[in-house]
């Protein structure tokens, strides 16, 4: 697999244009020729329609693609889902449903949070799937089962394409549980080539991001519902590289304490691509900017308005954090490249965390 940087400044930026290929690169692992599901035996389907719940554990951004993936699980295999942070379900395990089936979602394979919570649930008897990218690593030996996220190698502390990768597979396989009601293939299909429009249009984020984020100490990203779900990993990007405090919101939640810190020219990006709550987010918008925000809007197509930074091409509703993610990287990225940082080697943090 190619580890280097190749014509790129920083490991960052390549996996961000990566994420079309790594669409591509699954769908082509998990499809056959005629369109239909391969490579996830029924020793795993069969075992996961057994459960009455599934619990999805992971950390840092992989635990953000879970609360993604919890809504496929959902809304196509119809099996409650739970999502949690490794390590606090390791030490604080909630009270398990009868037959609950284990998720583990890891780039790495070795995060000793994630693993820890592993070790007890094999104690307790209970079945597990680990999806991740590194394939033989400590969480795809020790789980029943595995399955490859297949994003190839991912450098830059900052992860981009593992999390998009997650998406997928989680999607691939609720649809192998359930039907999503569409053609996955087929959307799926549309995603890569609406991932390379976007990630070709980096100029545009680079500008955004110069212009409101190179001399601020604070931002926020907003969203409601799947968009609230990206919100969160849209701030983790850009604080932990940028070290510019983001917080992710759901937009709801505002007016219950955090509208107060906003400030004349506070940079509030809202992401905008569920159309149920389109309204009352573009309510949100309206009050931050009363307020004296610098409001930033990324809408798709459909409910997209004049002003707004950036119209995201559409799919399939549920589909859509894996287009509106992508210029939150890009947002990332250029932030901390306006502010002179290492883009790939933020302080104090380490690619994969093998202590708890
Ligand atoms: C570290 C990385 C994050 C990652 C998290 C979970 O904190 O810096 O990018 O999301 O670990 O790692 P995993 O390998 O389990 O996905």
Redo the contacts with the bound molecule.
Sequence with gaps: EDTDKGAYPYYMLKEVDEQAIVARNIASHYYDEDGNLQGIGCAITDKMKEADRLYIV?????YHAGLVGKRYFEQWAKIPTAVHISSEFAYDQPMLSEKPFFIF???????AD?REVLDNVKKQGFPALTLANVMNSTLTREADFALPLLAGPEIA???TK?YTAQVIVQAILASALGNPGFDLKAELAKVAVEIQAITDDKEKFKAIAEDALADQHSAFYIGRGLDACVALEAALKLKEISYIQTEGFAAGELKHGTISLIEDGTPVFALLTQKKTEGLLRGEVAQVAARGANTIVFASKSVAKEGDAFVLPEVNELLMPLLAVIPTQLIAYYATLARGLDVDRPRN?????TVQ
């Design positions: 992971a950390a840092g951004t992989s979602l890891s780039q790495s394979g070795e995060t994630s502390v900052a992860s593992a943090l380490a690619k994969s965390v």
